[in-house]
Structure formats: C-alpha cells, structure tokens
Nanobody
Framework: QVQLVESGGGLVQAGGSLRLSCAASGRTFSSYAMGWFRQAPGKEREFVTT????????DYADSVKGRFTISRDNAKNTVYLQMNSLRPEDTAVYYC??????????????WGQGTQVTVSS
C-alpha cells in the first residue's frame, strides 16, 4: 500500500514556474514507477509525465515537453514536477500516481488527492 500526498500547487501568471511535490508513504516507493496526470474542468484525465523506478527513464506528453521536468528522490520517497513557462492551458488539478508506469492511467494503482494549478493570462 502506498499513500501519496501532492503539494506545491497554486496560482501563477503565464510564463511563471511552479514545483509540485508528491510525498509517498511506505518503504516500497522505489518499487514503483511514478507518473503525473492532470484533469481540467470538463476534460478527461491527461497524461503529463512518468519516471521509471530508478529515475533513469522519463517520458513526457508533447504538450509539456521542454517545459516540465519530472524527477524523484527515492531516499526521500518523493517525486517532483518542475513546471516552467506555464501557460493558461496548463490549468488543471494535477495528480501523482504510482504503478507500472507508462501513459495509460490504468497502469497506476495508487493516486494522490490532487493539487490545483491555475495559470492566469
């Protein structure tokens, strides 16, 4: 069992930056690939990025490639999402997830409660 708690969301102007954190409970954090997904009002949940168990492999949605960076610290049981050059269309609730990895949300077994990111124009 893994419990995930996101933090770091907020309101930022377009072009600004935010860093999201996701802290995991338990001693098995390094056993899971981690992912970030987002969901805007009226839209389906959308893949953002994922990182392998060791942190050696990452993948990004085209819409965030070059602007967002995922990283993890297995010693701290934490995964991060650095978001730069934010755009109004990045506005959403951001969720971290633990599981097998990949772009399909069905591959993730555990989810955080989400953190709101709002980008004003």
């Amino acid at each position: 069992q893994v419990q995930l708690v996101e933090s770091g969301g907020g309101l930022v102007q377009a072009g600004g930056s935010l860093r999201l954190s996701c802290a995991a409970s338990g001693r098995t954090f390094s056993s899971y690939a981690m992912g970030w997904f987002r969901q805007a009002p009226g839209k389906e949940r959308e893949f953002v990025t994922t990182i392998s168990r060791s942190g050696g492999s990452t993948d990004y949605a085209d819409s965030v490639k070059g602007r967002f960076t995922i990283s993890r610290d297995n010693a701290k049981n934490t995964v991060y999402l650095q978001m730069n050059s934010l755009r109004p269309e990045d506005t959403a609730v951001y969720y971290c997830a633990a599981g097998l990895g990949g772009k399909n949300y069905r591959s993730y077994n555990y989810w955080g409660q989400g953190t709101q990111v709002t980008v004003s124009s």
